[in-house]
């Protein structure tokens, strides 16, 4: 079982449309989570951290942790097409500063 | 403020040849990192650093050496080439959260 893994995309929705991104891991002592953005032919870029359970909202983005289900989620409010990038889910031990990554989603949002 | 700067952007290496990517932080960040991503793929730890003179390897250490003699920088060096370094490799640091370079498009050929 890989550590990370992130639903297989690509993930296509319309202009407006909420993008829903999955993420599930592996080891339980897994304390941090973050959802990057990249840009083809781009370095990773953070968009959103969680540590708690629950919803974190910072503008369009939404991030939602289960840690019983081992399950983190990204949701993408009225998609724009700027929003079209693969999205890479990262966790993190509490005692560690390695960050293990999944293959990421590639979103399209269509205009 | 750079950030954290790679250098070269692209290089295109035969095999058994060697080279080193440079990367320089101005941030102070105490943790830098050295990831490789192959297409399709996330993100893999080659190399980290805690700190000046202390490095450890991550998850793909083989075919790879690294050092920190600074705060600032933390090249990775690449001996004797082979087909599968053929790569993009990201130079990143932290805390906060990782800022990463711009990233080293890699060919053996």
């Known amino acids: 079982q890989k550590e990370v893994e992130q639903n297989s995309g690509p993930l296509s929705v319309p202009e407006g449309a909420i993008a829903s991104l999955n993420c599930t891991y592996s080891?339980?002592?897994?304390?941090?989570f973050f959802w990057y953005r990249q840009y083809s032919g781009k370095s990773p870029e953070l968009i959103m951290f969680?540590?708690?359970?629950g919803d974190k909202e910072d503008g369009r983005f939404t991030a939602q942790l289960n840690k019983a289900s081992q399950y983190v989620s990204l949701l993408i409010r009225d998609s724009q097409p700027s929003d079209s990038a693969t999205y890479l889910c990262?966790?993190?031990?509490?005692?560690?500063?390695?960050?293990?990554f999944g293959a990421g989603t590639t979103v399209t949002v269509r205009a | 403020n750079a950030g954290v700067t790679q250098t070269p952007k692209f290089r295109i290496l035969k095999i058994g040849q060697s080279m080193t990517l440079q990367c320089t932080q101005d941030?102070?960040?105490?943790?830098m990192y050295w990831y490789r991503q192959d297409p399709g793929m996330g993100l893999k730890l080659i190399y980290y650093?805690?700190?000046?003179?202390?490095?450890d390897k991550g998850e793909v250490p083989n075919g790879y050496n690294v050092s920190r003699s600074t705060t600032e920088d933390f090249p990775l060096r690449l001996e004797l080439a082979a087909p599968s370094q053929t790569s993009v490799y990201f130079c990143?640091?932290?805390?906060?959260?990782?800022?990463f370079g711009s990233g080293t498009r890699l060919t053996v050929v």
């Open positions: 990143a640091s932290s805390p906060p959260d990782k800022t």
């Open positions: 080891d339980r002592g897994s304390q941090s």
């Open positions: 969680i540590y708690s359970n």
């Open positions: 990262a966790v993190r031990r509490s005692n560690d500063y390695k960050l293990s």
């Open positions: 941030m102070n960040h105490n943790y």
């Open positions: 650093s805690v700190g000046a003179g202390i490095t």
